[in-house]
């Protein structure tokens, strides 16, 4: 009979822990935590492995130490969550109670996560110690507490979905560090680009990669599931900020469908709904910090579908949560405040219905509501523009474009003075505004800006004239922003908006030979420049492809107009523009 101690016949893939081989990486085999496992700040996990011969009968002596032996395994087996792993691929194997007895530990002379922190000799002369190409783990404390504040201070708008006071104070007491690591990876990756030290800055990439390892390591049911949605907006925004599209894009899918195995997106759903919400927010304070956060997942699917004609992660149909109070009323909150101390606005699908509860958020004045409301209008644009059902040609097509039209004259006329403009708001919304009005304006954009050849030239014409009212109102938003601080115009997040305007307003000043839209333009290629020096990828990526398209042929002007915005979006010839520039200025992006 072969023995366990005959570690000869184990492959040395198979003394790896589980997350070293998921990743691929050479793991030293400690126990009970290999040194990559605790750089990275995770659970280690060994499989026990199969040994060749088909039956294993311990050498235990006596039938007391059997007896021991079942009585440790029976009690610690639950069957709702050491099994899990049969629902979830890449969980432990390992059952925590079959080596709880010392005794059948020495005999068996196999190690396991129970069996000490004596590492393995190094195999084949290799040491592991020196060998290994630790990633970065997470700073300081000092470290970690200044990117968390600059965290707040330069990305809290980007992503309004964090309750301030409780993940500064997580961090100090070293709670996230032990049960969200992910979420400190992620905020230490965006965060780090603003730090002063060029060394904290040189790791940015170090820690995305680690925080997308910890992510993609999450099980269906992920603890606490509040941060690891957190985690996943914070390494959408990265991915997509360095051009990692496909990352962010499927990081957004597992994030929603995790939402929905937790029975998250109906958590305030009348209905009774076969999939029961768990684990339950506790407190009013918790319910608010998920519905920001669960909104910024929907926010953020729809930012990066109407560029992409990618379909959305999240249906609205199954969304069934309410939109958050204002801001000033979140950050004050805490454990103790009450249900009935605030109460948010009911989520509705019926534009109309939601339209008309857009007075209920004015006082106190509440951005995020009305952030929330213009997204499920650029949903629905978006899924109208990008239909693979209905042609530009069907008249269900026009109507619909026109009523979606109309909804968002509504919404705009629906909106509190001291919304009106950048100017009329106050310092602390002010990039709330600008991010709300071009987000309008993208909408209109993409609305009017039509394939020629389904309607006839007069109305053609009409569509993209008004195309070009709402390009030039965005310059004109532009310049107020810029009268008030450059900083409002460097968030990522809105320069597709600006640079749809941008493409219309060339196309516009190259058949029209008007000069004065040639200022607008540039103007917005300088915003791409300022963006460039924090934001590398998107900045350089809008500036080429400005430049390529000002750089155009008259016929290619002429292509580009009568193909409309999917035209635009089929045109791959400005973006391979971008890729030979990369490579031949050998740019690291």
Known sequence: MQSLAQTASISKRKQACNSCRQRKKRCDAERPSCSLCRKWGIRCEYSVPKLRDSVYRPSIQTVEALQSTQSSFTPDLNLDGDLDFLRYPGMNFDFPGSAQSQNVTQLTQYPNPSSGSDPVPPLNGINFETDLNVPAGLPSDEVLLELVDLFFLHLYDTLPCFHKATVVENTKNQYLQIEAPVLLYAMCALAARFH?????????????????????????????????????????????????????????????????????????????????????????????????????????????????????????????????????????????????????????????????????????????????????????????????????????????????????????????????????????????????????????????????????????????????????????????????????????????????????????????????????????????????????????KYKLALKHDLERSMESILSLRDRGFKGLLADCTKWKFVQEYVAEHGLAI
């Not at 269900?396 to 979606?404: A, D, G, R, V």
């Not at 909408?443 to 800006?449: D, F, N, V």
């Open 196 to 540: 002063p030290d060029s060394s904290i800055r040189d790791l940015q990439n170090d820690w995305y990669e680690q925080a997308k390892l910890l992510y993609e390591l999450l099980p269906r049911d992920p603890h606490p599931a509040l941060r690891a949605f957190q985690a996943a907006l914070c390494l959408t925004v990265h991915s997509t900020a360095k051009g990692d599209f496909s990352v962010g894009w499927l990081i957004l899918g597992k994030a929603w469908r995790q939402a929905c195995a937790l029975g998250l997106n109906h958590m305030d759903s009348d209905r009774e709904i076969s999939i029961e919400l768990h684990p339950a927010p506790k407190t009013a304070f918790e319910k608010e910090e998920y519905r920001r956060t669960l909104w910024m997942l929907f926010v953020t699917d729809r930012e990066g579908s109407w560029p992409t004609g990618w379909p959305h992660a999240i249906d609205d149909r199954q969304f069934k949560v309410d939109i958050p109070v204002a801001e000033e009323q979140f950050q004050k909150m805490n454990s103790e405040t009450a249900d009935t101390a605030t109460k948010p606005i009911s989520f509705t699908r019926n534009l109309n219905t939601l339209i008309a509860a857009s007075p209920a958020a004015a006082s106190p004045l509440n951005m995020f509501h009305y952030i929330a409301v213009a997204h499920v209008l650029l949903g629905r644009v978006t899924e109208q523009i990008h239909s693979i059902h209905d042609s530009p040609t069907d008249p269900e097509y026009t109507k619909e474009c026109n009523s979606l039209d109309s909804s968002i004259i509504k919404f705009r006329m629906s909106l509190p003075r001291p919304i009106w403009s950048v100017f009329e708001a106050s310092t602390e919304i002010q990039v709330h505004v600008l991010w709300l009005h071009l987000t309008l304006n993208t909408m209109s954009i993409l609305l009017h800006y039509r394939l020629v050849d389904c309607t006839d030239e007069k109305e053609a014409n009409e569509h993209f004239a008004r195309a070009v009212v709402t390009a030039k109102n965005t310059v004109n938003i532009v310049k107020d922003a810029s009268r008030v601080s450059t900083n409002l115009l460097v968030d990522f997040r809105i320069q597709s908006s600006l640079y749809i305007a941008t493409t219309v307003l060339v196309i516009h000043w190259r058949l029209s030979g008007d000069d004065s839209i040639q200022e607008g333009i540039d103007l917005i290629g300088l915003i791409f420049d300022r963006v460039y020096e924090i934001w590398v990828f998107p900045g350089l």
